[in-house]
């Protein structure tokens, strides 16, 4: 696997993430020093679960999936992270072992960091230290959303809600395009891609039309009533 240098349009995107906002400037130095960047193609596997895992990567470009799986070869998806996101960290402080599986979707650029300097300038910045901690509770809340969601909600619930996550405040009606495929929002949501279908097909009464990958919302309230 190749690895290259950061560029600076790189290390625009990475002091732009949520995780480094906080940092201060001498916190962020240190911890791009080590970085390397890597490129992917679509389906790319960038760490399977149970494997050795030396770094925390960030989406500089493209899109992430983080998945496991069962036995009988079904993915069960955990999260999909866009560009600016961290993720990995987990594995830091659980042995140096991925927790799960990672895949590129489509033609994505990650930043991969030193994941055991990363735990040494943390004994040595506080401010490290709260990000990672501010972090993995973060990815610990979407883990919980995303059970909750699956003990709590039906199919079309869940895509109600997801298109309600993308409605701007005091709108009525809206639209936008998926980030993404629909058999990825698909995984993302916990559904098979027909039961995916068949929640659109659900929401038309409320209001919701699906052309391709864009999505209009013709009123808003009728889908929180859903």
């Not at 069962?70 to 991925?98: H, Q, S, T, W, Y």
């Not at 927790?99 to 943390?122: E, F, P, V, W, Y």
């Not at 027909?194 to 009728?222: N, P």
């Amino acid at each position: 696997m190749k690895t290259l240098r950061l560029n600076s349009n790189d290390k625009a995107v990475l002091l732009g993430s949520r995780f480094f906002e906080k940092l201060s400037a001498a916190a962020s130095d240190a911890i791009l020093e080590g970085a390397v960047v890597t490129n992917h193609e679509e389906h790319d596997i960038l760490f399977q679960q149970d494997e050795p895992v030396d770094s925390v990567f960030c989406v500089l470009s493209g899109l992430v999936r983080v998945y496991r799986l069962g036995k009988d070869g079904r993915e069960a998806d955990i999260a999909v992270f866009p560009k600016g996101e961290l993720f990995g960290e987990n594995a830091m402080f659980l042995g140096n072992r991925a927790t799960a599986n990672a895949q590129a979707i489509g033609s994505s650029t990650i930043a991969r960091l030193d994941s055991r300097n990363l735990r040494k300038l943390a004994e040595q910045y506080p401010d490290i230290a709260q990000a990672l901690m501010e972090l993995l509770c973060r990815h610990g809340q979407m883990a919980e959303d995303c059970l909750a969601e699956d003990r709590l909600l039906t199919a079309p619930q869940r895509v109600a809600s997801y298109i309600l996550g993308h409605c701007p405040d005091g709108s009525t009606t809206f639209s936008f395009r998926l980030p993404f495929q629909k058999n990825v929002l698909a995984g993302k949501l916990g559904l098979a891609p027909e039961a995916l279908s068949r929640a659109f097909s659900a929401l038309r009464r409320s209001g919701v039309t699906v052309k391709g990958r864009m999505i209009e919302i013709h009123d808003r309230q009728a889908l929180e009533r859903f």
